[in-house]
């Protein structure tokens, strides 16, 4: 497997963001984001999807969202404006000297994404993995959810909805008071705001995962949208290698 480097950046505020760089340097540049509380390391390395990309001759920088992984998670509430990791995402591509780039995300990541596009971000092409259209506009209500399992977090039972996200906060050793700021930072992209990502777009999405809503109608919204299945659901699509062959294809195509 191609190794792995870090840096660290500054992001908003001076907040110190770790960057994970891997694939060969004259290779053509790839951010990728990950999910909520997930990490570089979990969504895109561990699995082997990070090394289907640089395979391919993609060089990837995966950095590590505030409050995840080894990027810093300050509890000053200061620290999250409004679209706080747009802001972080517009300084990692400046620092990275990025200009010719493809951008990707998944769940969080595509959230962040996309917005990042609508805020003037210029990728040649885009991936918004694990994400739909209702996704897109229903942040409320998702974020609703996360911290309700936040705040109820080590009582959630088995059985529970929040039980899934409550493992995973354990599982990856979540800062829970930066990730509950970091929630209410993320605002909602409606379907009418989409007409302002003119790029060519992957909808890339597990055949079981609908935690975003509908992939296939997000990629029908966009104005130059494409929707690939890969298996697992929302939880296990990043595990399988077809998700980063179906991003490569597409960024090739």
């Known amino acids: 497997m ?93 620092a990275l000297g990025l200009g010719d780039y493809d951008l990707g995300g998944f769940s969080l990541g595509s959230r962040t994404s996309a917005r990042g596009v609508l805020a003037g971000l210029r990728p040649r092409r885009l991936v918004l993995g694990g994400m739909g259209l209702s996704g897109l506009a229903g942040w409320e209500r998702r974020s609703a959810h996360f911290v309700g399992a936040i705040d109820r977090f080590g009582t959630i039972e088995r059985g529970d909805p929040a039980f899934v996200a409550q493992a ?45 809503g509908s992939a296939p109608d997000l990629a029908a919204a966009l104005p130059d949208g494409t929707y690939a299945e890969t298996p697992g659901n929302h939880m296990s699509s990043v595990t399988f290698k077809e998700m980063g062959r179906a991003i490569a294809d597409f960024l090739e195509s």
């Open 2 to 94: 191609t190794g792995v480097d870090l840096q660290f950046i500054e992001g908003f505020g001076g907040a110190r963001l770790a960057v994970h760089r891997m694939g060969p340097s004259s290779g053509r540049p790839l951010v990728l984001l990950h999910g909520l509380f997930s990490s570089a390391e979990v969504n895109w390395i561990k699995y082997g999807n990070a090394a289907v990309l640089a395979e391919r001759g993609f060089q990837l920088f995966m950095p590590d969202l505030r409050a995840h992984g080894a990027s810093d998670a300050p509890h000053d509430p200061a620290a999250y404006p409004a679209d706080v990791l747009v802001e972080d995402l517009r300084l990692t591509i400046a």
């Open 168 to 212: 995973f906060m354990k599982t990856m050793n979540v800062d829970r008071v930066a990730a509950r700021l970091l929630l209410g930072s993320v605002d909602d992209t409606p379907p009418e705001a989409l007409a302002g990502i003119t790029m060519p777009t992957l909808c890339v999405c597990g055949a079981q995962d609908h935690d975003n």
